[in-house]
């Protein structure tokens, strides 16, 4: 057994989640009762919930306390490749939806739904995430209020004795530690939410939608393997896919069974700790990404958005849809803020067409029957190009200093 033992941690982390993607198949097919295989799942997901918040806290504290004048970050680069990301995808998803229109048969939602009632809302709610309370930031996963107070500290405690900054960066390790512990229950985990996908949610009440499926994971996978390489490239001038597909491959695939930006957080550091990324950078820029950087939620709000437009025979101008684009992209950065993620959004973008609320809500409806899939494929592009981009500002800021660029995958 220990033998057995050690030969599976020798194994890369990647072989393992697919050995638990396989068992979890096996055994949702052969021992469909066993719940409590299920509950491991659960119970990983809430690990990774319960660690990120505080690792988000002590390591940007840490990192910003410690750090030198002069050492660069990368954030406006960063940022600016999330922000052109997401009105891409928004822009491509509505092109999609013209040239392979779809029309619903629309459903009344069984969930007690409260969309935002415009932009304005979506904005001041996140700004009123930036003014949380500490401690309801912690406990409630606001990653908004986490990094604003992170920041602030990390800013205030730069004058501090270098015996506290020691004890910053000690707490700070503690916690990395205790995230490579759940990382490696990752394979074990994975199997249950594989198990509980298969065993309680039923593909056939998928097949209606099937269409409408393949537009909105078409559209992802475009955005992951042709768009964002293509933005990488353009920066580094290097061949994008051993990165891109190193992200997909050891983010992604996490991110796609979580089917949680926030769970992601702790894999997606040890991502960026992995290719020797600036701790620097990636302890802001993780968090934050997973806060704005919603390409996959564009997708969703544009695709369904186009979809409700067919299904009452609107007609839609170039300069309208355009609108949509910026609307979409606007919208999915500020999903965060709103409860039911960016299928509660679509509301707001259907209010540009003049569609009814009660019409507007039926199409979430349909978000929720399709979720099962489109919100993994979601997650997994939204989570793993956080990694992308905050490794593709570092490489370009290497190639404009004229260091080589070493694409590490």
């Known amino acids: 057994m220990q033998t057995l033992l050690l030969k599976w941690n020798q194994m890369s982390l990647v072989k393992r989640i697919f050995a638990g993607i396989i068992l979890g198949v096996l055994l949702a097919l052969v021992l469909p009762g066993a719940s409590g295989v299920s509950l491991l799942g659960s119970l990983f997901v809430s690990a990774l919930k319960a660690v990120a918040p505080l690792l988000v806290l002590l390591l940007v504290m840490s990192a910003i306390s410690r750090h030198q004048k002069g050492h660069q970050t990368n954030m406006k680069s960063i940022l600016a490749l999330y922000g052109t990301s997401t009105f891409l995808a928004g822009l491509i998803a509505v092109i999609a939806s013209f040239v392979f229109p779809v029309s619903l048969s629309l459903v009344q939602s069984t969930e007690d ?9 979506v904005i001041k709610t996140l700004l009123f995430q930036v ?5 309801n930031a912690l406990m409630n996963a606001n990653y908004i209020g986490i990094l604003s107070w992170a920041i602030l500290l990390g800013l205030v405690l730069r004058g501090a004795k270098d015996s506290t900054k020691d004890m910053l960066t000690n707490l700070s390790d503690a916690v990395s ?11 074990i985990g994975i199997m249950g939410l594989v198990f509980n996908s298969i065993t309680t949610n039923g593909l056939s009440s998928l097949l ?7 537009i909105l994971i078409g559209c992802m996978l475009f955005i992951a393997l042709v768009v964002n390489p293509l933005i990488v490239y353009v920066n580094i001038r290097r061949n994008p896919y051993p990165l891109v597909l190193t992200c997909l491959r050891e983010s992604g695939i996490t991110a796609f069974f979580t089917r949680s930006s926030a769970a992601n957080i702790p894999i997606n550091m040890r991502l960026c700790e992995k290719l020797g990324l600036d701790s620097n950078t990636y302890s802001v820029s993780i968090p934050l990404g997973a806060t704005i950087n919603m390409a996959g939620a564009a997708v969703t709000i544009s695709v369904l958005t186009l979809a409700a437009v067919h299904t009452l025979g609107i007609q839609v101008d170039f300069a309208t849809a355009f609108l ?3 609307v979409s992209a606007v919208a999915a950065a500020g999903a965060s803020g709103v ?4 299928l509660l959004l679509i509301p707001l973008a259907c209010s540009i067409f003049g569609i009814p609320n009660d019409i507007a809500i039926q199409v979430v409806g349909v978000g929720f029957i399709i979720g099962v899939l489109q919100d993994s494929f979601e997650t997994a592009l939204n989570s793993s190009s956080d990694v992308l981009f905050t490794a593709t500002a570092e490489y370009t800021k290497h190639r404009k200093e004229g260091r080589e660029v070493l694409v590490k995958a």
Do not use: T
Request: charged share 15%; glycine share 10%; no cysteine.
């Open 113 to 121: 739904l409260s969309p935002p009632q415009g932009i304005v809302e």
């Open 208 to 214: 209606d939608y099937g269409k409408l499926l393949l």
């Open 324 to 326: 949509l684009s910026i």
């Open 131 to 135: 003014v949380d309370n500490p401690v």
């Open 177 to 187: 530690q205790i995230v490579k512990w759940v990382i490696n229950l990752a394979p």
């Open 339 to 342: 409860a039911g993620g960016s």
